[in-house]
């Protein structure tokens, strides 16, 4: 494998035996930029100096004999919603094209203490939006496997980056699925926390209540490393978690015997793509294999997530993008004639599409009148599917399901009906909704070679027990070694 | 037709934290433009809010304190509107679940009638920034800034129910709301920053019935005057109205106080549906007995527990009990004169007179007296002793405004000893008989009135140091 393909924990143990440096390895993916940036366009932002210079304060300390934290010296990339002090912060929106924070989210003082390289900023579906990417206001990102589809999304720009070896880690953000679902789509691993669980301090929200941080990363290992640096309790955060982080990495182990894993029959709907159910089905078959005990359990309220995400995320992403109104930062639209005019004609014309008719149903699931209705009966619903979970993880220790209904599909083959996009969503946004912690793994390929994702969900804050159980199945296969073919490779 | 007017409340009062509601920037009032504000409280993208502990503490003390209930689970939630004074463009606020319910207080009238008007709800709320334009208003200016110093200052709103029915029982509320803040400790309550605004409230129905009438608002009113002014006119324009065979309009007004007259500024028909929702950014707020419990310990005297005691300690009139404990701060100026010993009736009347005037005359607060309970006390120990006069202590007064001398320093310096040694004054006595013969012969031939003119003359001479209870013993013996 080339340096650019390898996960970061092997990375870090080569830095540690000096057989390689931080700047080779970073020079290696910034080489790797130049070969296929053009045709992935993973990154909206690239801060190729800083990139050096924190490699080589590395390799600086490296030689001193300094010991080093695991990402230290190894780079990566960050979701452009995620605040970083003095470099662009866009969210994929023309609205926030100009915007440098002046501070950094929490989850980027964490990650500065471990002396990461950051190569730079992920494209996504603006303001996180989405599910293909699509919706960035700037670029379209291609999927490694194949750059004619679409890398999935929100987070798009990190998976793919991760995938197409331009980074070797990425963080994502998941609202709905944004983390897991571009993982899938990509033949990577992603990670949704617990919410609360990492703190959403510089997270550009969407929707609050549902926003989550995770990593992007090639491996299960990589995972559970970057999950430990970024968890934990915040004080800047109110939805934190006030929970003692365990070690994840203490959770890799091969063992899943006699663990109670639950299908959820309400998972495999009509219309999920044959190749997408085999490979799940096959990849339920191992883990019976290694030793899990498989139950068929019901979550009888999936049917209605999709609905109450579409009303809750976009009534609070109403309120959130609120501030874009062009008054005291971002864009503003000239040639108003007074105050109202300049905040409508900013709105209208730096707002995208897809940002605007979410921010539309919104407002119409609040105003007075609907309220009851549309948002009420929403929370409502939202705490059903709660207690479906929690009825089940009665019975089982984990959940396996797809993560997507399909793989990869084309670039604009569904991005003209909105309704279809939102169904792809399917088997993400029920997680969100209660709040548990989710992961993607490789699982298989589709009859055009695409990758599909295995999705594990566990219980609230049991973070380990679905890394134990995505090590166990990612060391019984090869998946997690394959790598995109692209560019010169 | 008679009419009578219903009225209520909102009251918005800062809260004096030395933080802001939802970060760590101060609250410092008067900071040079933008100089108090981070990215929280400058609703920038990806931050969140933090609720400082004390403003809930204030909140709840001033529930207490208030008669209110302590809802044990309160949450926050977003009041959506767009104005550039508000950077996120919704205010955190409080809508179904407000910290505090269903409180009082009493008033008590000119009339000396006492009144209890009803408190709805407290809720805790983030203060907006301010807009400084280039010309006057928004509308005739080339330009506007926002300030932010004051966006995410905490404030309480206190709602009231239609409760009050004249002016005087508007003012007379937010007085007493005012003085109960200001006991607590929880508010400067300076109405001139705007620490302390009211909304009003009023309508008018035929007298005795009991259907409300369409009611107008009159918003960020200021100060106590205004409050009965602005009133007074709303009650008299609405009764014109409806005289006339008209209808009241629901809308807002604005208070033109140098004109004396309201003007109507939106109508509600196009009035704000504010999309309130649930703040996901906060979690619910769950109070427990315990904490409400020691909240309540820790409160201090209230002004109508302390009238009620100065009443019964010291034998103080209910008004004059009413007035020396309007305010925390006299109320305490008022004991520490009393822990000098000094007679409490005397220093009521001190306090409310001489002092009161000087401070009014010089716009200072009691805290700042040049003349401290100490020293009050002790010249009113001085008259009580006998030492000076209460016509001198005038004097002895005036002089302690400008030294910090003590009054006996002040009486022997400027040698105002009352004079008691009977054998001195009798010499002036006889002096005075002496050369006022005339009023010697009216006193005598019946007009008891002319011993003033003889009083007066020995005062005089005496400098005013006379003991008057001697000098009129004394002529009286004499002129038998």
Known sequence: MKLFEQPAHVLHDMLVNKEITSLELTEAV????????????????????????????VDEKIAKGETISFLEGIPGAIKDNICTKGVKTTCASKILQNFVAPYDATVMTKLKAQNPVIIGKANMDEFAMGGSTENSAFQKTGNPWNTECVPGGSSGGSAAAVAAGTAVWALGSDTGGSIRQPASFCGVVGMKPTYGRVSRYGLVAYASSLDQIGPITKDVTDCAHILNIISGRDEMDSTSVNEEVPDFTKALVEDVKGLKVGIPKE????????????????????????????LEISLPNTDYAISTYYLISPAEAATNLARYDGVSYGERAEDAADLVEMMTKTRTKYLGEEVKRRIMIGNYALSAGYYDAYYLKALKVRRLIKEDFDKAFEQVDVIVCPTAPTPAYKIGEKISNPLEMYLQDACTVPLNLAGLPGISVPCGYSSDNMPIGLQIIGKALDEETILRVAYTYEQSQSFHNDRAQLGGN | MSYEAVIGLEIHSELKTNTKIFCGCATTFGAEHNTHVCPVCLGLPGVLPTLNKRV???????????????NKFSKFDRKNYYYPDLPKNWQTSQYDLPICENGYVDITKSNGETKRIRITRIHMEEDAGKLVHSGNTIKDSDTSNVDYNRTGVPLIEIVSEPDMSSPEEARLYMEKVKSILQYIDVSNCKMEEGNLRADLNVSLRPAGSDVLGTRTEMKNINSFKAVEEALTYEIERQEEVLEDGGHIIQETRTWDPDRGITLSMRSKENAHDYRYMPEPDLVPIITTDEEIEAFRKSLPELPDARKARLEEQFGLSAYDAGIITSSREMAEYFDAVIETGA???LAANWIMGDLSKNLNAESLEI?????DAKRLGEMIGLISKGTISSKIAKKVFEEMWKSPDSPEKIVKDKGLVQITDTKAIEEIVDKVIEANQKAVEDYKSGNKKAIGALVGQVMKQSKGKANPQTVNQLLAQKLG
């Open chain 1, 267 to 294: 998972y495999f709907v009509k219309g999920m793509d044959p190749d997408v159910e085999k490979t799940v089905r096959e990849a339920i078959d191992k883990l019976k294999e290694l030793g899990a005990e498989i």
């Open chain 1, 30 to 57: 910034l080489a790797r930029i130049d070969e296929v940036e053009g045709d992935v366009k993973a990154y909206l932002t690239i801060t190729r100096d800083e990139a050096i210079a924190q490699a080589k304060a």
């Open chain 2, 343 to 345: 007679d409490a009736k």
């Open chain 2, 56 to 70: 809930l503490e204030f909140a709840i003390k001033a529930g207490l304190a208030l008669n209110c209930e302590i």
């Open chain 2, 367 to 371: 805290a700042d007296s040049p003349v």
